[in-house]
């Protein structure tokens, strides 16, 4: 059964920073791409960042470009998403998921996992 694990959300001011991580089951961690995804109440799933499966590219939707940085850990079976600079409209609940980065990069995805919420106060 695949399970992705999320953690490291919560309530921040704005200007401030958090670290999610994204803890993997999935037997093909160390060879799939993974992405974060967020989803805001009353919105669409928005992409946010991916990171192929040796962690040697990225990519970022441009409204995260400079604030947030994904990276990963495959000896750990973990990616991690740092925010900083937050801002109220980042307020969602972040997932991780995985795929091939060319899925991921344009929203798609095999597997994902339940979310963790982030909420930032003015």
């Known amino acids: 059964q695949v399970q992705l694990v999320e953690s490291g959300g919560g309530l921040v001011q704005a200007g401030g920073s958090l670290r999610l991580s994204c803890v993997s089951s999935?037997?093909?961690?160390?060879?799939?791409?993974m992405a974060w995804f967020r989803q805001a109440p009353g919105k669409e799933r928005e992409f946010v960042a991916a990171i192929s499966w040796s962690g040697s590219s990225t990519y970022y939707a441009d409204a995260m470009k400079g604030r947030f940085s994904i990276s990963r850990d495959n000896a750990k079976n973990t990616v991690y998403l740092q925010m900083n600079s937050l801002k109220p409209e980042d307020t969602a609940v972040y997932h991780c998921?995985?795929?091939?980065?060319?899925?991921?990069?344009?929203?798609?995805?095999?597997?994902w996992g339940q979310g963790t919420q982030v909420t930032v106060s003015s």
């Open positions: 999935v037997r093909t961690f160390s060879s799939d791409a």
């Open positions: 998921a995985g795929d091939s980065f060319a899925r991921l990069i344009v929203g798609e995805y095999a597997y």
